[in-house]
């Protein structure tokens, strides 16, 4: 069974903690995906990867950063943590556009809450 | 900036009885079309994906796609409590899937 794996269930930060989100995949997928979920606001884009060592801007990129420096394996940094990075964050990975299906496998996710 | 549209609900129907739910996309270019079930708490899981124009059914669901009103559907026939959860509605933009904000379904017993 394909699987994608964040490290942490929940987590509980300090204000101002730098703070790291692992995910894994062992799918042997090219994307992967972070998202944060927010009652009334959806998923939202943070940061997004196509291949060891690249990455692009969701449309929330500020106060996180991303590394990518194996296929397998995707972090999320809150370089500074701060209340309002609250929330469920979420890890998918997917293989590229290839015909005409090309969904995600979410992770688990981490319910993070700052302090 | 291409858009999934979802009416919020939450959608409530009876144990037995069809829930149905809609999406409407904003990008013409959108090729293949994606349900998703959420359990409160839980990470999105895949039900359906759909990319012909048409139905398209998988046991208790069915997806259907109309591209040239830019709608797509999922039918859950035979409702159950255990139905009860958010439906994210995706569509494929530029380079990565684009999410609707979700539909809530409640099936009451």
């Known amino acids: 069974d394909v699987k994608v794996t964040q490290s942490s269930r929940y987590l509980v930060k300090r204000t101002g903690e730098k703070v790291f989100l692992e995910c894994v995949q062992d799918?042997?997928?090219?994307?992967m995906f972070w998202y944060r979920q927010d009652p009334g606001l959806g998923l939202r884009l943070i940061y997004f990867?196509?291949?060891?060592?690249?990455?692009e801007k969701g449309d929330i990129p500020e106060g996180y950063s991303v590394s990518r420096e194996k296929k397998e394996r995707f972090s999320l940094i809150l370089e500074s943590a701060s209340t309002n990075q609250t929330s469920m964050y979420l890890c998918?990975?997917?293989?590229?556009?290839?015909?005409?299906?090309?969904?995600?496998?979410f992770g688990s996710g981490t319910r993070l809450t700052v302090v | 900036q291409k858009e999934v549209e979802q009416n919020s609900g939450p959608l409530s129907v009876p144990e037995g009885a069809i829930a149905s739910l809609n999406c409407t996309y904003s990008?013409?270019?959108?090729?293949?079309f994606f349900w998703y079930r959420q359990y409160s708490g839980k990470s999105p899981e895949l039900i359906m994906f759909?990319?012909?124009?048409g139905d398209k059914e998988d046991g208790r669901f069915t997806a259907q796609l109309n591209k040239a009103s830019q709608y797509v559907s999922l039918l859950i026939r035979d409702s159950q409590p255990s139905d009860s959860a958010t439906y994210l509605c995706?569509?494929?933009?530029?380079?990565?899937?684009?999410f609707g904000t979700g539909t809530r379904l409640l099936v009451s017993p």
């Open positions: 998918a990975s997917s293989l590229p556009r290839e015909g005409e299906n090309y969904g995600y496998t």
């Open positions: 995706a569509a494929t933009g530029f380079q990565k899937l684009v």
């Open positions: 990008d013409r270019g959108s090729q293949s």
């Open positions: 799918m042997d997928h090219e994307n």
């Open positions: 990867s196509y291949d060891v060592k690249m990455k």
């Open positions: 759909i990319y012909s124009n």
